[in-house]
């Protein structure tokens, strides 16, 4: 039981992927398009899973890297249908973050401030068939920089074992990265994100653990859209946009095989509440829905300053957005 005192680094905000909502309509040889408005690509959706409620019991600096890859292979509507204009979609997107982790030491209470960074590297593969419009990407760029100070509370004691630990955050996510307005899918959000969450562990029985992580989402006016096509709202310019709030939940259980090595199911479910919004006015039908799960596991050095996950997911339920038949996590954290 002493790897659960000394252990599982936090792993705030990932980079998620491109979400899209677009409405595309032929009217004779010419194609209109509203402006791209989605979701913060910095979201944490699927990138927390296993004993997020727990950051360590020491303080200091902790190094985490990530490596995910997603293939979306198919454009929902917002009825979770294939989008109709659209031959043989595909968004493959690499992302590399490099984070850095500094927890203060605890007060009288056993409470902990910290604050975490995180930078990632993203790189675009679009390709569409023949028929119908295509959309294009920028690349490889470094995406936007999240930041986010949290509080890690002190974990609830039972017989001299933590069953319970938790912890209040909350991610900004900074309009820092590669951005073209030219192209429908880029690195940055160009807007500025506020992201309030809260992690927990449970350990309910020997061996067993669940863990969660609930988001709240807010985002600001991008007051410069981006998009490959013309934009054309109500027969005028495109001034501002605005994605939607949301909210989305990071979910996981696992069972100790044996002493250091974890193997469980991890998910993520995501719930745009409220439309997105085109120079102040509702964009009807535009709100965002996707469910992941998947097996994982996960791994804890003997000295407990080396931690790996491994996250994998399959998406259902999805509307507004590409849907990835599989999403792949690599995750390492350093204590130092």
Same mark, same amino acid.
């Given at each position: 039981?002493?790897?659960?005192?000394?252990?599982?680094?936090?792993?705030?905000?990932?980079?998620?992927?491109?979400?899209?909502?677009?409405?595309?309509?032929?009217?004779?040889?010419?194609?209109?398009?509203?402006?791209?408005?989605?979701?913060?690509?910095?979201?944490?959706?699927?990138?927390?899973?296993?004993?997020?409620?727990?950051?360590?019991?020491?303080?200091?600096?902790?190094?985490?890297?990530?490596?995910?890859?997603? /293939? *979306?292979?198919? !454009?929902? $509507? #917002?009825?979770?249908?294939?989008?109709?204009?659209?031959? &043989? %979609?595909? =968004?493959?997107?690499?992302?590399?973050?490099?984070?850095?982790?500094?927890?203060?030491?605890?007060?009288?209470?056993?409470?902990?401030?910290?604050?975490?960074?995180?930078?990632?590297?993203?790189?675009?593969?679009?390709?569409?068939?023949? /028929? *119908?419009?295509? !959309?294009? $990407? #920028?690349?490889?760029?470094?995406?936007?920089?999240?930041? &986010? %100070?949290? =509080?890690?509370?002190?974990?609830?004691?039972?017989?001299?074992?933590?069953?319970?630990?938790?912890?209040?955050?909350?991610?900004?996510?900074?309009?820092?990265?590669?951005?073209?307005?030219?192209?429908?899918?880029?690195?940055?959000?160009?807007?500025?994100?506020?992201?309030?969450?809260?992690?927990?562990?449970?350990?309910?029985?020997?061996?067993?653990?669940?863990?969660?992580?609930?988001?709240?989402?807010?985002?600001?006016?991008?007051?410069?859209?981006?998009?490959?096509?013309?934009?054309?709202?109500?027969?005028?310019?495109?001034?501002?946009?605005?994605?939607?709030?949301?909210?989305?939940?990071?979910?996981?259980?696992?069972?100790?095989?044996?002493?250091?090595?974890?193997?469980?199911?991890?998910?993520?479910?995501?719930?745009?509440?409220?439309?997105?919004?085109?120079?102040?006015?509702?964009?009807?039908?535009?709100?965002?829905?996707?469910?992941?799960?998947?097996?994982?596991?996960?791994?804890?050095?003997?000295?407990?300053?080396?931690?790996?996950?491994?996250?994998?997911?399959?998406?259902?339920?999805?509307?507004?957005?590409?849907?990835?038949?599989?999403?792949?996590?690599?995750?390492?954290?350093?204590?130092?």
């Amino acid at each position: 039981m002493r790897e659960y005192k000394n252990n599982f680094i936090k792993a705030d905000a990932l980079f998620s992927k491109t979400l899209l909502s677009l409405a595309v309509v032929y009217s004779a040889n010419t194609l209109s398009v509203t402006p791209t408005v989605s979701l913060p690509k910095g979201t944490s959706i699927g990138s927390t899973s296993f004993f997020d409620g727990f950051s360590g019991d020491s303080s200091g600096l902790t190094y985490l890297l990530y490596i995910q890859r997603e /293939n *979306g292979t198919s !454009l929902k $509507d #917002n009825e979770g249908k294939n989008a109709a204009p659209f031959d &043989s %979609p595909n =968004l493959d997107v690499t992302i590399a973050i490099n984070q850095i982790d500094y927890k203060f030491e605890p007060n009288e209470s056993g409470n902990s401030f910290g604050i975490t960074a995180l930078l990632p590297v993203v790189s675009f593969d679009a390709t569409f068939g023949s /028929n *119908g419009p295509t !959309l294009y $990407d #920028n690349g490889t760029e470094l995406g936007d920089l999240t930041i &986010s %100070p949290y =509080l890690q509370f002190s974990p609830v004691i039972k017989d001299g074992h933590p069953i319970f630990s938790h912890r209040a955050a909350v991610d900004v996510i900074l309009p820092t990265g590669g951005y073209d307005a030219d192209k429908d899918f880029n690195q940055s959000n160009n807007y500025v994100t506020l992201i309030p969450n809260w992690s927990f562990t449970i350990l309910p029985a020997p061996r067993v653990e669940v863990s969660g992580r609930i988001n709240y989402v807010y985002n600001f006016e991008n007051s410069e859209p981006a998009g490959s096509s013309p934009m054309d709202w109500n027969g005028g310019a495109v001034s501002d946009t605005q994605a939607g709030q949301a909210f989305y939940m990071n979910f996981a259980t696992s069972y100790e095989i044996f002493p250091g090595l974890r193997a469980g199911l991890n998910g993520y479910y995501l719930k745009q509440l409220t439309d997105d919004k085109v120079n102040g006015d509702t964009l009807a039908d535009s709100k965002e829905e996707v469910l992941g799960v998947g097996p994982g596991v996960f791994w804890s050095s003997k000295d407990q300053n080396t931690n790996v996950w491994v996250n994998t997911y399959s998406e259902s339920m999805v509307e507004n957005r590409f849907r990835n038949e599989l999403k792949l996590q690599f995750r390492i954290a350093q204590k130092f």
